[in-house]
């Protein structure tokens, strides 16, 4: 498997710890490297041929700051060629009209700048109003909702891992 | 993409952009000191900060063209009025209450910023009712067909309020240019938003509005913020519709500084407000684009402290407000009438009735002024001008801009009525301000609202308004159809109020009502409108001044006081007195209770000995309870028994006619206690 960063705000709590458990159900596979989306530059993460972007949704469908500040150097990049695999941290019960939205921005944005989209998910199993990851009847990426189905975090984040096995190259 | 948009960090200019942040940093170090002048006792009590809500109040007051539009902030915009143009100092006078503020010298609640000069206006703290004054005014930059727009900003939770609702139907329902701004922190003090609204995003319950473009944005962001603004301006601009933008943000602090959020909002919340912190993420983004150094942006911090220390010497030097000054500027002078200075006249023709002289002055006055305009429900449709036909044939005559209906809203009625008198002192505004009198009600907030206008905002601001309502009884309408409310409406001072019972007189009276500058409150006698006991000549000319009362018949032995629908039965009653008792009743009509003729009342008063106030409202608590304890205090010495009243009684008005002849007085019922206080 071709370079593979995990890009993710150290800051976090919850996100953190989904990164770390898909960093460690990759690793049989491949080593991938964990990078603090607060600090990066735009060379770092343009040298990853495969990209694994983790974001909450803040409050009603917003990015998170962190992502945010990057997005002006994002827009500025050519990402053809990239593999891209995004995984959202949202509260379905708590803000079901904007459930996973961050992760729906970035697949836009990422889209928009020429990257292949990896790692869609069914929604089944997922009770909401409405989300902007949603694309065709699945997410844009693994939803992952820790305040009402945090027991099933483990199962699908290892579902998830090895579908990335198959679609990174 | 946010590229192609009009603001973005890397393209925006260094001058700009240092201008946001100076602005941005100002506000900040004001918002965080407010609360120190009120741990010293020096003033700012009520303090809502707007730390949180920096990128959508940046923006709010960078779209605001003074030279055009009309801004109405609310009491947490503090860098709204900032970013409009606000000076420190400005904003220190306001915060301590000092003579120099420009919002009304210290009059109205601190953190409520205006600048009237600038059309920044000095809104309410009833918070959200300005909505209507936005729609009000926004009604005129269209009608005038002048460039501009009207913004209104508020926060997410005053959306709840009806007259929202109807603020935003009414712009919807006229298209007008009407930039509705809701800056959602998700408290409204302490109550989370979920219990406001089903949907959390509260502009989202107005999708169905036709003629209405909703925006969100993120609040906290400068950029989103300003394009998400600049874009709704355009849009009312091209399409000639209002927008409704809503700001995510987030609440840093408490409500306001006698709220303490850290009883509802746990730990992890209490941080994460703070992590979010607009100023921290536009420095971020400035120094991580290499827009300015480090040191450049100390140094413009630096130069804003000083700014601020500055402003706050210049505030504690600067005068307070006199005690003297409280009775200045509660309503402008009126309209003074040069040829009926009394407004008494001999004019000898065929007499009208009170409808027609009504009727005929309003459409006199149209034509003599091209700036006046009357709305209100049922007043302009076909051949219909009015439940009891007082406009008819108006809009025929002076078009559907100048007359036209307003929905079954009376708070929308009265409250653009006050938002459409802010676009220039030119303009004169009637409303039928209810179908009936006592439909009243519910435009009793933006009544109030507009009775305190002049006096708050130190004489900036003059709602040029005369309201006319149907009142009173005898004509077997129960409830909502037949009460008299002067009342409640005499208590508040900034109104007007008269209460005309012959057509000379409503003619003359509302003639000087709308010539006048100020709120006038017109009460119209309706059984009496038809009556051919009202019926009398009228000149075409003829004006009543404010504060004339009129004697009706003179006597020697005692006096009557009234007006309104008893006017009549009072002389009546003063004609078989006279007639079987042979005493002297005099008989004064008021005809204007604020001002109050107390000249006319104690002259009276002290050639009689005796006094009977008589009304159609209620005794308790009516008008003639002020008329008897002024009376009485002014003079006792003159008085050969008791102030009497005469009125209603403490009930509502009975539908049913015998129900409502119990209730309401009568001549016999005036009668008898002429006779009684005679015989004292």
Redesign the interface.
């Known amino acids: 498997m071709k370079k593979t960063g995990i890009v993710f705000s150290f800051n976090t709590h919850k996100t953190s710890k989904i990164a770390k458990r898909i960093s460690e159900a990759f690793e049989d596979t491949a080593k991938v490297e964990m990078v603090n989306v607060e600090e990066i530059r735009p060379e770092q993460f343009l040298g990853y041929e495969n990209l694994i972007c983790g974001t909450a949704t803040w409050f009603d469908g917003e990015l998170p700051n962190h992502w945010d500040e990057f997005v002006p150097d994002l827009e500025d990049m050519d990402l053809k060629g990239k593999n891209i695999a995004i995984f959202g941290l949202g509260d379905q019960k708590g803000y079901p009209e904007n459930f996973l939205d961050g992760m729906g921005i970035l697949a836009e944005l990422f889209e928009a700048l020429g990257a292949r989209l990896v790692g869609f998910t069914s929604t089944e199993g997922y009770a909401y109003e409405s989300s902007g990851a949603e694309r065709g009847g699945q997410f844009c990426g693994l939803g992952i909702d820790y305040e009402t189905q945090g027991s099933k975090n483990k199962e699908r984040v290892n579902a998830w891992v090895e579908k990335l096995k198959l679609e990174f190259r | 993409?946010?590229?192609n948009r009009k603001y973005?960090?890397?393209t925006t200019g260094k001058k700009t952009l240092e201008k946001w942040f100076r602005l941005m940093t100002m506000g900040r170090i004001l918002d965080d000191r407010a609360p120190n002048y009120l741990k010293q006792a020096i003033g700012w009590s009520y303090h809502a900060p707007f730390a949180g809500h920096d990128g959508i109040q940046l923006a709010i007051g960078q779209i605001f063209d003074r030279e055009k539009d009309h801004l109405f902030p609310y009491y947490r915009d503090m860098l709204t009025a900032i970013s409009a143009g606000l000076t420190a100092e400005e904003i220190i006078y306001n915060g301590i209450s000092k003579d120099l503020d420009v919002a009304g010298g210290g009059r109205h609640m601190s953190n409520h910023f205006a600048k009237p000069e600038w059309n920044v206006h000095n809104v309410s703290s009833c918070t959200g009712n300005h909505t209507l004054h936005a729609v009000g005014v926004a009604r005129a930059i269209k009608k005038y067909k002048t460039p501009g727009i009207a913004i209104s900003s508020q926060g997410e939770s005053s959306v709840s309020e009806g007259y929202v609702y109807e603020a935003i139907n009414g712009a919807s329902n006229e298209k007008l240019p009407v930039l509705f701004v809701f800056q959602?922190n998700?408290y409204g003090i302490s109550v989370p938003k979920k219990d406001q609204t089903a949907?959390?995003?509260v502009a989202d319950n107005f999708t169905g509005f036709r003629n209405l473009k909703i925006m969100?944005c993120?609040g906290k962001?400068v950029f989103d913020s300003m394009n998400t603004m600049a874009e709704a301006r355009e849009h009312i601009e091209e399409h000639e519709e209002p927008v409704i933008v809503q700001a995510?943000c987030?609440r840093i602090h408490s409500h306001s500084n006698s709220d303490a959020h850290d009883l509802y909002r746990d730990d992890f919340e209490l941080n994460y407000v703070k992590?979010?912190d607009p100023l921290a993420?536009f420095r971020?983004?400035l120094l991580?684009?290499e827009r300015f150094t480090e040191e450049e942006l100390d140094a413009i911090e630096e130069k804003m402290k000083e700014m601020v220390r500055k402003a706050h010497k210049a505030g504690m030097a600067a005068p307070d407000p006199s005690p003297e000054s409280i009775h200045d500027f509660v309503i402008p002078e009126p309209y003074i009438p040069d040829k009926y200075t009394d407004g008494t006249h001999n004019y000898d023709a065929e007499s009208k009735k009170l409808i027609q002289g009504l009727n005929e002055t309003l459409k006199a006055e149209f034509r003599h002024n091209p700036d006046i305009y009357i709305w209100g429900q049922d007043v302009a449709h076909k051949e219909k001008g009015g439940i009891f036909n007082v406009t008819k044939g108006m809009q025929q005559e002076f078009g559907k801009e100048r007359v036209f209906n307003a929905p079954i809203a009376e708070d929308f009625i009265m409250g653009t009525a006050n938002g459409m008198s802010r676009f220039n002192d030119k303009i004169r505004i009637v409303v039928e301000g209810a179908e009936f009198a006592d439909y009243f009600w519910p435009a009793m907030e933006a009544f109030v609202e507009t009775t305190h206008d002049y006096w708050r905002s130190r004489g900036q601001f003059s709602p040029n308004i005369t309201i006319r309502l149907a009142s009173g009884g005898y004509i077997g309408g129960g409830l909502y159809h037949s009460q008299n409310i002067e009342g409640s409406i005499t208590t508040f001072p900034g109104v007007r109020v008269v209460y005309p019972s012959f057509a000379d007189d409503a003619a003359g009276l509302l003639r000087t009502c709308i010539r006048s500058r100020g709120l006038n409150f017109f009460m119209e006698p309706k059984a009496l409108y038809n009556s051919p006991k009202a019926a009398t000549p009228i000149p075409d000319d003829f004006e009543v001044p404010f504060g004339k009362a009129r004697i009706r018949r003179e006597g020697e032995d005692l006096t009557i006081i009234t007006y309104g629908n008893t006017t009549h039965m009072c002389l009546e009653a003063a004609l078989k007195i006279s007639g079987e008792d042979g005493s002297g009743v005099e008989v004064i009509d008021l005809r204007s209770l604020i001002p109050l003729d107390k000249e006319t009342i104690l002259a009276s008063v002290k050639k009689t000995g005796k006094v009977l106030v008589v009304h159609e409202d209620k005794v308790f608590s009516g008008f003639g309870a002020e008329l008897a304890a002024q009376i009485t205090d002014k003079a006792f010495e003159y008085l050969d028994g008791p102030v009497k009243r005469v009125g209603s009684t403490f009930t509502p008005v009975g539908f049913n006619r015998i129900l409502e002849g119990a209730i309401l007085p009568d001549t016999d019922k005036i009668l008898k206690a002429a006779r009684d206080l005679l015989e004292y």
């Open positions: 993409m946010k590229k973005h960090i890397k959602d998700g949907r959390r995003k969100h993120n962001d995510n987030v992590e979010y993420k971020r983004l991580r684009y």
